[in-house]
C-alpha cells in the first residue's frame, strides 16, 4: 500500500496551512489517457490527506467558467484569499482553467521582480500540491527560478515525436530545465518507442539527455508509485514570511566584502 512507503526518507508530511508549497509543472501530451492518468495519481494523493488543485493552463477562463483569472482579480474580493480545499471529497480533484491568470502572474512577476510561484502561493495555499498544466510555451514563464525539472507526458503515437521533441526544446531553452519524461503505457506494452525516440532526439540534438520514466496507471503500485514521485519531484515554495526571514538570516551570515 502506499500509505506504507509515503514518508519513508522523503520529508513529505504536510503540515497544513503556511507550510511549504509543491508544485508540479506538467507539460500535457495531449492524449486523453494520460490526462485520466494524472487526475488518478492526483486522486491518490488526496486520500492520503495532500490537498490538490490543478491549474489548467490548457483552458481559458471564461464567464461561465471562472478560473485562476478571477480569483486573482481584487476587484471581485479574492485577493489574498485562498482558495479553499475540498477534503470531504478525496475522489473530487478540484481543476481550475487557468490560461490567462498564468499570463497574469507572469506579467506581474516581471513588474515586481517576483517569481510567478511566489505571487501564486497565497491564493492556492490551503493545498499541498499545486500542478500547472500547460503547453511548453505558457508553462515557461511559469518556471522562471525553479530548480526541480518539469514532466512532460509522452504521447503513444509516433507521429506525435516532433510535436513533442519541439516541446521539449522549448522548455529546456527558456528555463534551462530538462523535462522528465513520463509514459504512461501497459505493463506489456514494453519499452515505449516514442518516449525512446524522443530521448535521443534530445541528447542528439540538445546534448542533455533527459530521464525517462515508464508506468502502468492501470497497474495500482505503478500508479501509487508515480503519485509519490509527482508529489517528492514537485517544485518547493516557501511562505512568503518564511523566505523574506530565510533571505535576511542568509544576508546577515554573510561575510562582509571590503572594496579598496
Known amino acids: 500500500m502506499l500509505e506504507s512507503v509515503w514518508h519513508q526518507g522523503t520529508g ?4 497544513g496551512v503556511q507550510s511549504s508549497l509543491r508544485v508540479l509543472p506538467v507539460v500535457p501530451s495531449g492524449d486523453s489517457a494520460d490526462a485520466a492518468a494524472l487526475w488518478m495519481a492526483c486522486a491518490q494523493l488526496q486520500q492520503q490527506g495532500y490537498p490538490v488543485v490543478v491549474l489548467d493552463g490548457t483552458e481559458q477562463e471564461t ?9 486573482l482579480q481584487p476587484r471581485l474580493g479574492y485577493a489574498h ?16 482553467p487557468a490560461a490567462r491568470g498564468m499570463v497574469q502572474l507572469q506579467h506581474k512577476a516581471s513588474v515586481t521582480g517576483t517569481r510567478p510561484l511566489e505571487l501564486l502561493y497565497r491564493y492556492v495555499r490551503n493545498h499541498a500540491l499545486v500542478v500547472l498544466l500547460a503547453p511548453a510555451p505558457l508553462l515557461v514563464g511559469m518556471l522562471q527560478g525553479c530548480r526541480q525539472a518539469p514532466l512532460q507526458l509522452v504521447p503513444a503515437q509516433s507521429r506525435n515525436v516532433v510535436s513533442s521533441y519541439r516541446a521539449l526544446k522549448q522548455v529546456f531553452a527558456g528555463s534551462g530545465l530538462m523535462p522528465r519524461l513520463v509514459a ?4 506489456d506494452y514494453g519499452l515505449d518507442p516514442v518516449l525512446k525516440s524522443l530521448s535521443q532526439c534530445a541528447l542528439r540534438h540538445l546534448q542533455a539527455e533527459p530521464l525517462c520514466e515508464q508506468f502502468d496507471p492501470l497497474q495500482p503500485r505503478h500508479l501509487q508509485r508515480w503519485a509519490l514521485q509527482c508529489l517528492e519531484h514537485a517544485e518547493t515554495v516557501q511562505p512568503p514570511q518564511e523566505m523574506a526571514a530565510r533571505e535576511a538570516a542568509f544576508s546577515s551570515s554573510s561575510p562582509a566584502v571590503w572594496s579598496h
Do not use: F, I, K, Y
Not at 12 to 15: A, E, I, P, V
Open 81 to 96: 484569499t485562498a482558495l479553499p480545499a475540498d477534503t470531504g471529497n478525496p475522489l473530487s480533484v478540484a481543476t481550475l
Open 12 to 15: 513529505l508530511r504536510w503540515q
Open 184 to 187: 504512461m503505457r501497459p505493463a
Open 63 to 71: 464567464p461561465a467558467l471562472p478560473g485562476l483569472q478571477d480569483l
